[in-house]
C-alpha cells in the first residue's frame, strides 16, 4: 500500500497554478490497483477550478519463454475543462485549451526482464467528450503501440 499527497505551484506563463494531488496504490497477488484525485486553482480567478480523477487496474500473468510477464490493464480518467494558462486569442484573453473529457484505456504489456527492462505495450484508448467540445489530435481514439526501455 502506498500514500502520496503533492502540492505544485507553477507559471508557465501569465498566470500561476496550484495543484493539489492525493492517490493510493495498493498490490496483491498479482493485481496493482490505483487510484488518484487532482484539484487545480488558477490566480486572480483566471479560470474555473479544476478536478481531475482517475483509476488504474493491472493484472500481471508471469511468462516463462521469451517474455518475462504479459500484463493486462484498464485505466479510468475524467479531467473537467482546464487550461495551460496561455493566451490564445487574438485580444489576448485567456481561454480554455483543454476541455473536459472522459478516457477508458484497455490493453496490454509484454516484458523481457533482461539487462535493461524492456516493455511492447498495445492500447485502445477511447475518448468522451461534451457536445461543442475541441478535440486535439493526440485526445482522440486511437490504438496506441509503445516500445519502452528503460536502463
Given at each position: 500500500?502506498?500514500?502520496?499527497?503533492?502540492?505544485?505551484?507553477?507559471?508557465?506563463?501569465?498566470?500561476?497554478?496550484?495543484?493539489?494531488?492525493?492517490?493510493?496504490?495498493?498490490?496483491?497477488?498479482?493485481?496493482?490497483?490505483?487510484?488518484?484525485?487532482?484539484y487545480k486553482q488558477y490566480?486572480?480567478?483566471?479560470?474555473?477550478?479544476?478536478?481531475a480523477v482517475d483509476a488504474?487496474?493491472?493484472?500481471?500473468?508471469?511468462?516463462?519463454k521469451v517474455f518475462h510477464?504479459?500484463?493486462?490493464?484498464?485505466?479510468?480518467?475524467?479531467?473537467?475543462?482546464?487550461?495551460?494558462?496561455?493566451?490564445?486569442?487574438?485580444?489576448?484573453?485567456?481561454?480554455?485549451?483543454?476541455?473536459?473529457?472522459?478516457?477508458?484505456?484497455?490493453?496490454?504489456?509484454?516484458?523481457?526482464?533482461?539487462?535493461?527492462?524492456?516493455?511492447?505495450?498495445?492500447?485502445?484508448?477511447?475518448?468522451?467528450?461534451?457536445?461543442?467540445?475541441?478535440?486535439?489530435?493526440?485526445?482522440?481514439?486511437?490504438?496506441?503501440?509503445?516500445?519502452?526501455?528503460?536502463?
Amino acid at each position: 500500500m502506498n500514500l502520496t499527497l503533492s502540492v505544485q505551484s507553477i507559471q508557465p506563463e501569465e498566470v500561476r497554478m496550484q495543484s493539489y494531488d492525493i492517490g493510493a496504490y495498493y498490490e496483491f497477488d498479482r493485481f496493482h490497483i490505483e487510484g488518484e484525485y487532482l484539484y487545480k486553482q488558477y490566480s486572480d480567478n483566471a479560470f474555473g477550478d479544476v478536478q481531475a480523477v482517475d483509476a488504474f487496474v493491472n493484472y500481471d500473468l508471469p511468462l516463462k519463454k521469451v517474455f518475462h510477464k504479459m500484463s493486462f490493464l484498464l485505466r479510468y480518467d475524467m479531467m473537467m475543462d482546464q487550461s495551460d494558462a496561455k493566451t490564445t486569442d487574438e485580444q489576448g484573453a485567456l481561454i480554455t485549451t483543454d476541455y473536459k473529457r472522459q478516457r477508458l484505456t484497455g490493453g496490454i504489456t509484454f516484458s523481457l526482464s533482461k539487462a535493461f527492462r524492456t516493455d511492447l505495450r498495445l492500447n485502445y484508448e477511447k475518448y468522451f467528450y461534451a457536445k461543442n467540445s475541441i478535440a486535439k489530435e493526440s485526445e482522440q481514439d486511437k490504438i496506441v503501440l509503445e516500445l519502452m526501455v528503460r536502463f
